[in-house]
C-alpha cells in the first residue's frame, strides 16, 4: 500500500528563518502530490499541489521522484505560518481518495 | 458559496450504541469522501461516494457504513459504537475531473464514545 511519511511532528524555526517541511512517499508509480494545512480553529484546506507548480503563500514544493519527496518549503517564515501541515497522495486506480501523512506541526517563534 | 455543512459538529455516545453524520457539500460537487481523524492514527480514509455510489473504501470494518443521496448531501453511520471510535469524522467534497483531489473539508463532527 501507498504510504506517506512526515518524519517530523514538531518544527520550531523563528520568524525570518528558512524552514523546510519534509515528506517522503512509498509508491513507485505516478502520483499526485498535495500539501494541505491546518491553521489554529480553521477547516484543514488545499496549501498546494504538486502539478500546478504554484507558489503559494511563498511555500514551494517540488517531486523529487528519485527520492519519493515532496518536501515543502519556504525561504523567509512568518509567525502566519505556524500551523499544521499535511502531506497527501493520490494514485492512479487507488482505492483511496488521498493518503495522508500524519502531519508536522509548525511553530514559527517571533 | 457556503462551504461544505457537517452536522452534528459535537455527539456524545455510549458504547453499543449507533450514531449518523450528515455531510452537505459545496454545491456543484458531487464527490463526497469521509474521514476518521485521531490523534495516534492521523487521518484515516473511510469512504467516497459519487453519484449515489460508493466509489472507494478504506479498511474500516463493517460497522462503519454510508450513503449518498441524489442531493449529493451524504451521511455515515457507525453501528454497535466502540470507545476506539472516538474521533474527530471529516468530510470532504470534490469536482470530478482534474479537480477530483483538490478537496474542500468541513469543520468536523466530534464523535465521543464513553
Known amino acids: 500500500a501507498q504510504r506517506v511519511t512526515q518524519p517530523e511532528k514538531l518544527l520550531s524555526v523563528f520568524k525570518g528563518a528558512p524552514v523546510e517541511l519534509k515528506c517522503n512517499y512509498s509508491?513507485?508509480?505516478?502520483?499526485?502530490l498535495f500539501w494541505y494545512v491546518q491553521y489554529s480553529r480553521q477547516r484543514l484546506q488545499l496549501l498546494l499541489r504538486?502539478?500546478s507548480r504554484e507558489s503559494i503563500k511563498g511555500f514551494t514544493a517540488d517531486l523529487n521522484k528519485g527520492e519519493t519527496s515532496f518536501h515543502l518549503k519556504k525561504p523567509f517564515a512568518q509567525e502566519e505560518d505556524s500551523a499544521m501541515y499535511y502531506c497527501?497522495?493520490?494514485?492512479?486506480?487507488?482505492?483511496?481518495?488521498?493518503?495522508f501523512g500524519k502531519g508536522t506541526k509548525l511553530t514559527v517563534n517571533p | 458559496k457556503a462551504g461544505v455543512t457537517q452536522t452534528p459538529r459535537y455527539l456524545i455516545k455510549t458504547r453499543g450504541q449507533q450514531v449518523t453524520l450528515s455531510c452537505s457539500p459545496i454545491s456543484g460537487h458531487r464527490s463526497v469522501s469521509w474521514y476518521q481523524q485521531t490523534p495516534g492514527q492521523g487521518l484515516q480514509f473511510l469512504f467516497e461516494?459519487?453519484?449515489?455510489?460508493?466509489?472507494n473504501k478504506g479498511n474500516f470494518p463493517g460497522r462503519f457504513s454510508g450513503r449518498q443521496f441524489s442531493n449529493s448531501r451524504s451521511e455515515m453511520n457507525v453501528s454497535t459504537l466502540e470507545l476506539g471510535d472516538s474521533a474527530l469524522y471529516l468530510c470532504a467534497s470534490s469536482l470530478d475531473g482534474a479537480g477530483a483531489n483538490v478537496l474542500t473539508f468541513g469543520a468536523g463532527s466530534r464523535l465521543t464514545v464513553l
Open positions: 509508491y513507485s508509480g505516478s502520483p499526485e
Open positions: 497527501a497522495l493520490s494514485r492512479p486506480g487507488g482505492s483511496e481518495k488521498l493518503v
Open positions: 504538486h502539478i
Open positions: 461516494y459519487f453519484s449515489e455510489t460508493q466509489r
